[in-house]
Structures are given as C-alpha cells and as structure tokens.
C-alpha cells in the first residue's frame, strides 16, 4: 500500500468529506437528466478544490500532483463527471497557465480560475485534416475551425486553444519540409464568433458538460498567446501527461465505488439462507477486484509523485492510465456480476452508472491503444 504521509492524508480525507456531502446526493439525479448541477461548481470553487493546482500567491491551494490525484480519486468515487470537470479544470487548465503563461496573464488569469472561472482544454479537433487556425494579423489572431469533444466546453469561461497559426519549414537530408506551428491561445468564452453546443447521448459520464466549438472568425489578442508561439503542441502533451494522472485517478475512484458496492451487496443479499459472500464465486471476483484496484492505486500515486519530483513521467502516466481505466472497467464489470439483475436496474443500484463510466475511462485522455503506443515508444527505444 502507498504510504501517504499527513498532509497527504488530510487533503484525501478532506477531499471525501466535500464529496459525500456535496456531491453523492446529487450524482444519481444528475446522471439520469444528463445535466451538471452548476451548483456542484460553485462548491468546488468555495471550498478551494478548483484551485488545488493554482500557487497560493494566486488564490489556490499549491498542492501537489500526488494531493491532486487523491482528491480526484475522492471525487470519481461520489461521481466521476465532477471529478472530470474538476480535474480538466485543474490539472490541465489552470497547471498550464501557471506553468508557461507570462507573469502577467498568470496575474490576470489564476485568480480568476482559483476562484470562480470554469477552463476548458480545445485541442481536439472536429476534423483532423481541417486544424483550426488562427491567422496572426497585427496584434491579435483571427480563429476559425471546430473542436469536438471539449470537456467543460458548455459551462467554460475561459477556454485555451490550441491553433495553426503558421507554418514552419526544416530541412533535412536536402529535403525542405514543412510543418503546422501549433500555438496555444485564450479564449473568452463569450468571444464574438464563438458558439459551444453540448454533445449529448453519452453512455458515461453523462453529467459531464461536452461540447462542438465552433471559432468563425473569433478574434484573440496577441497579449493573449500563452507562451511562445509555436511552443502549443509541446506544452499540449507536456500538460496530458499531467491530465493522464488524473484520468487514473478518476478511474480508481470508479473502481473503489464499484468494489464498495459489491462488498456491500455481497454481505446483505442472502440466497439459500445464507449471504452471497460466503459463496466461493463472489469471494473471488470481489479478491481479484481489490488487488487489481490496490496495483491501480499505487502506480497512479507512483506517478503523480514522480511528477512532484520533477522527473519525466511519460511512460507512468501512460502505464498508469492505461491500467487503472482497463481495471476500473474490470472490477466495474464483476461488481454488476455480484449484483445480478437487480445491478442492471438503475433504480435500484449505482453499478451500472460505474460500469458506464468506467468503459469510458478506456477512451478518454487517450485510449488504452494509445497509452501502448506511449510505453513502447520508451521501452523501445533506440
């Protein structure tokens, strides 16, 4: 078991605390209509969760990514499409702007986010082979494009887009060869030109504000370039990295709900006098579940600790992601295989909510194919 030292402890307990009075009471109304309460927001932002990322001399807390993934954790468990707005928020928002922004726009701009301003992250793209762009005239950009997939994109008020805002030529064994130069811009969600429409009909996560941005001819303040223009593919996947953390995270909180539930239900439901739990079948499901969900655990923390210390963390937070969204879809899936009929019963039971959410962690934050193709990039390297 990872050894969590005081702080650590504290910040999880903490966490767990806001989400079983704030968030577990209004997980099973918000997954059946489809909609996020804003109210759940605005709680998180009161009690600081929106800002663990955001340095303290900007109104945050300045924990660490091991803190931050705990809090996540706590959060899936209650319901993972608020741990998916706070996380976007946090780990990928808000860490950005605090990591590569210049001075003034992390003055201008972290309070905000810490306090009261929902992010979203824009980088995927409706069409991949028509990239928004975001042509450089004078002092500002002009963007036009659309973006698919956006999480927080129907509630966001400040959004970070990525954009082709030129193009860059190299030359290499004589060649000359051309390629996108990719910046990373912010965005008004209320910018003249920009529209968001929720995408709905998800089968998890479906509380989880998702939305189409459209940018037709949205113009951006040259003032507004986070960082250096060119430099928005790179600080993209140096900021995934951080986001595949907290993606497993979510999925362990997912998993820990389920296995929760079927320890529950296995101890309660009697069959033939006597409880399921005492039938060897259900004994090893529930077995297999908790090792699998312990390994997911400590590899997630692994990875988020090795981010604290300043090391590359590529290839854990790929092992990490990859295996805590495939085991939370496992323990998911035996937890409904406890329950029987009635865990297919929504009314009756939350499993089935966690099996459709923890299907969905294989996917998001890059698939499990991906998160193969990222470790052996690195194990075979050379």
Known sequence: MFDLNDQQKETRAWAREFAEREVLPRAAEMDRSATYDRAVIEAMFKAGLMGL??????????????????AVEELARCDASTALVMSIHSSLV???????????????????????????????????????????????????GTKMYITNGPVADLIVLFAVTGVTETERDGKVRQRDEVSALLVDADAAGLTCTQIDGKMGLTAAPVGRMVFRDVSIPASRLVGERGEGLRMAMSMLNV???????????IGQAALEAARSYATTRVTGGRPIAKFQAVQLMVAESATRLEAARALTYQAA??????????????????FASETASFVASKALQVHGGSGLVRELHPVERYFRDARVMEIIEGTSEIQKLVVAGHELKG
Not at 53 to 70: D, I, M
Not at 243 to 253: E, F, K, L, N, T
Not at 313 to 322: C, H, N, P, V
């Open 53 to 70: 990322l955001v340095p303290e001399q900007y109104g945050g807390r300045g924990l660490s990514a091991l803190e931050h993934a705990t």
């Open 243 to 253: 986001g595949r953390i907290g993606a497993a995270a979510m999925a362990v909180g």
């Open 305 to 322: 600790s090795a981010a604290d210390r300043g090391e590359p963390i590529s290839e854990l937070a790929a092992m990490a992601k990859l």
């Open 94 to 144: 808000a860490a950005l702007i605090a990591e590569f922004a210049s001075d003034e726009m992390k003055d201008a701009v972290l309070p905000g986010l810490a306090s009261s301003k929902v992010g979203a992250f824009a980088l995927t793209e409706e069409d991949p082979s028509v990239p928004t762009k975001a042509d450089p005239a004078g002092d500002a950009f002009t963007a036009n």
